[in-house]
């Protein structure tokens, strides 16, 4: 996964690209971001020129996602959190649900935080 690190820019045409465009052309932002985001295989185009994530980049969107909803956990237990999200971090161990609604983030989410905070600095 070296140099893989994204931008803002390149997640938010990652998102253009999944919510599909509402005619033939995408935005500028996918424009400036559909070259590397095809080299590192997370966009490809089919036969009719259309852009579509792979497997790749919708797990890629997936992760960040769940990175952001762990954040939303730590600061606020009752924060709104997609469902699949929850699921995936629940199974994962890093929050667990709280007696009095909502979830906290377990000692392992805490962690996995810290790594990619690291990770980023």
């Known amino acids: 996964m070296k140099n893989e690190k994204l931008t803002t820019d390149e997640y938010d045409a990652l998102g253009h690209i999944l919510g ?3 005619h033939d052309r995408f935005n500028a932002c996918v424009g400036r971001n559909a070259k590397r985001l095809a ?18 980049g919708q797990q890629v969107l997936f ?7 762990l954040r939303a956990l730590l600061a606020d237990p009752a924060a709104v959190v997609d469902a699949d ?3 995936f971090l629940g199974k994962k161990s890093h929050i667990a649900p709280l007696e009095a ?9 805490r962690e996995s935080l810290a790594d990619i905070d690291a990770q980023d600095k």
């Open 85 to 87: 999200v929850l699921v």
């Open 101 to 109: 609604g909502g979830h906290g983030v377990t000692d392992k989410g």
């Open 20 to 22: 599909g465009a509402k």
């Open 39 to 56: 080299g590192l295989k997370m966009i490809q185009y089919s036969k009719d020129g259309k852009l579509a994530l792979t497997d790749k």
């Open 63 to 69: 992760l960040r996602r769940c990175i952001a909803g």
